[in-house]
């Protein structure tokens, strides 16, 4: 299975910047992509941004010119640096990883989940 710790989340004022990071650990066999969503109070868990292996990078438009993903495949980790945040950022933001691990001599694909890091955006 696969682990996946984010830390980096916590309380901003509007215009400020926050780093997040998730670092992936377990029986990995390889990490096809990771990304990032949220979920805001009383709505639904969105895509704020994703990397693939390539890389090729995926950013919701309310976050384009502003957040940028990027990944570290040698720690098994991606990062999200977030500027220029607004109150509306504001949510529990989660990583996402869709990942092959070892399943005896096979390998299986799965989508794993973080636990969730809050962000705030207030002043």
């Known amino acids: 299975q696969v682990q996946l710790v984010e830390s980096g989340g916590g309380l901003v004022q509007p215009g400020g910047s926050l780093r997040l990071s998730c670092a992936a650990s377990g029986s990995i066999f390889s990490i096809n992509a990771m990304g990032w969503y949220r979920q805001g109070s009383g709505e639904q868990r969105e895509l704020v941004a994703a990397i693939t292996s390539g890389p090729i990078t995926n950013y919701a438009d309310s976050v384009k010119g502003r957040f940028t993903i990027s990944r570290e495949n040698a720690k098994n980790t991606v990062y999200l640096q977030m500027n220029s945040l607004k109150p509306e950022d504001t949510a529990v933001y989660y990583c996402?990883?869709?990942?092959?691990?070892?399943?005896?001599?096979?390998?299986?694909?799965?989508?794993?989940w973080g636990q969730g890091t809050q962000v705030i955006v207030s002043s």
């Open positions: 996402n990883a869709d990942a092959h691990v070892h399943y005896g001599l096979d390998t299986l694909r799965g989508d794993y």
